[in-house]
């Protein structure tokens, strides 16, 4: 299973970005898609989760009413729609998949590259 991941960028606090993930290769067997990050000195944290049909998520408290994770099954592509960005959420975003629908980064399998978002004040 490969991920890549692509939209980061830089923008200034109040912006939005929209983060892809697409997944190729031994799909069937994946049926959760998670976002992470993980700023500098940090630990990787969770962001926000969706099962494959897209009738579950779950949100970091840091980030619900601001962002928001969809999915493209026929595309097999995740998308991580940030608004009212915060210089706090500066970091690598990363995607990652896996089959039990976790918080838990360390129970995700397979992780995409991983794409800097920078919020500047």
């Known amino acids: 299973v490969q991920l890549q991941a692509s939209g980061g960028g830089l923008v200034q606090a109040g912006g939005s970005l929209r983060l892809s993930c697409v997944a190729s290769?031994?799909?069937?067997?994946?049926?959760?898609m998670g976002w992470f990050r993980q700023a500098p000195g940090k630990e990787r944290e969770f962001v926000a989760l969706?099962?494959?049909?897209?009738?579950?998520?779950d949100y970091a408290d840091s980030v619900k009413g601001r962002f928001t994770i969809s999915i493209d099954n026929a595309k097999k592509t995740v998308y991580l729609q940030m608004n009212s960005l915060e210089p706090e959420d500066t970091a690598v975003y990363y995607c990652?998949?896996?089959?039990?629908?976790?918080?838990?980064?360390?129970?995700?399998?397979?992780w995409g590259q991983g794409t800097q978002v920078t919020v500047s004040s």
């Open positions: 969706i099962n494959w049909n897209g009738r579950t998520t």
């Open positions: 290769g031994r799909t069937f067997s994946l049926s959760n």
């Open positions: 990652a998949a896996g089959d039990t629908y976790t918080t838990s980064y360390y129970s995700y399998p397979y």
